[in-house]
């Protein structure tokens, strides 16, 4: 895909380059009701000498933010397989298919989200804090 292109529809989804070297990066910003706070998913885009341009999804990541609520995380995997499809074309997976009703698509995202689980504060921990738990799903 061309790569002016690609940034207009990127930024026409919401994303906002916030840094263009020799890659761009994008951010999103996705809002929180439960925690009231605001986390940017950042997404790398890469152009060849050859004028190729490859958006780097696995590399999608909350970099600021070291705990990163579940509906924040499933809200960006959906914005994600949005635009991965984008990027793809017609021939990708629809949102309803890569959504099947799981936390995770694959091995590897289930492996990540186990490890984040391993550093949770439980609830009590949070409210040792003066911090707010997640409300009861």
Known sequence: MDKGMLHRQLTDLGLERVKYTEKAVYQYNIYSEATA??????LVMLT???????VHFHEADFPDHKFVP?????????????LERLCNGPSGKTLEEANNSSMAQDLEEIKKLGNEMKH??????LIEKNLVPDPIQ
């Not at 949770?120 to 921990?125: F, L, P, V, Y």
């Open 37 to 42: 706070a605001s986390y940017p998913l950042t």
């Open 48 to 54: 060849s000498e050859l004028g190729n341009t490859t």
């Open 70 to 82: 579940l509906e924040v995380r499933r809200a960006a995997l959906d914005k994600l397989i949005e």
């Open 120 to 125: 949770m504060k439980t609830n009590s921990e």
